[in-house]
């Protein structure tokens, strides 16, 4: 733990107090500091001027990163048939119906990051929704994971798509890349991801939308961005 801290210190130093960075300079910054033994996920946090408890202020969507996000996404496909098949063919990890149910409800089995659906499968999906509904793995129509064409919805998954909500505190949490990226690649992957939740402001969000930006790496220090 001691490591951590002192690198987390290190880390701090290259960080100017009060600073508002754009965000070239702050990726820049963030390659300064000293290297964790993994290649870390940088990650952004947007805090935005709505209210979560309201339905008509819920931010959602996804958006597909121009370079990937730094990780293989493994998917699990709910289909029968020939939408099994061509799941199969697309690369889904797993592929299965009814038959999943069970190991998911009593053997905890999470070994996936993605859950697509056919719609013919959303009643036996539905009857996950208590497992998998809190750990944001439920299918949903939104999001591109409820859908026939599961060719579609497989690749752009495994391209580097992304989905961002806002938490209880009004904060989209969202990784966009590795610092191994570099700063170009980074910078292009978080203009994306701005653009999109900009793109997905609700009617009825009122007064300043985006309060504030920050980015950071998985175990550093944040940055906050200027937005003007």
């Not at 952004?44 to 370079?67: C, E, F, W």
Request: proline fraction near 4%; glycine fraction near 10%.
């Amino acid at each position: 733990m001691k490591k951590q801290t002192k690198r987390y210190a290190e880390s701090a130093k290259l960080i100017e107090a009060g600073k508002q960075y754009n965000i070239k300079e702050a990726i820049e910054t963030i390659e300064k500091m000293p290297k964790a033994k993994f290649d870390e996920t940088v990650e952004l946090h947007v805090k935005l001027g709505v209210d979560s408890k309201h339905a008509d202020q819920q931010v959602r969507g996804t958006v597909v990163l121009p370079n990937g996000t730094g990780k293989t996404q493994k998917v699990l496909v709910f289909a029968k048939g020939p939408k099994a098949e061509e799941a199969t063919k697309a690369g889904a990890d797993f592929v299965g119906a009814e038959e999943l149910i069970p190991k998911i409800q009593n053997e905890n089995w999470f070994d996936y990051d993605v859950v697509v659906a056919t719609p013919d499968m959303m009643g036996v999906v539905g009857r996950l929704g208590k497992v998998l509904g809190p750990k944001g793995l439920m299918p949903n129509p939104k999001s591109g994971t409820v859908t026939m064409d599961v060719t579609k919805a497989i690749n752009e998954i495994k391209s580097g798509k992304v989905e961002y909500r806002l938490d209880k505190t009004n904060i989209i949490h969202l990784g966009f890349g590795k610092v191994s990226f570099g700063t170009d690649k980074l910078v292009e992957n978080y203009e994306t991801i701005i653009n999109a939740i900009i793109k997905a402001k609700p009617a009825a969000a009122k007064g300043q939308y985006i309060r504030s930006v920050s980015v950071s790496t998985t175990m550093g220090p944040g940055l906050y961005i200027n937005q003007k």
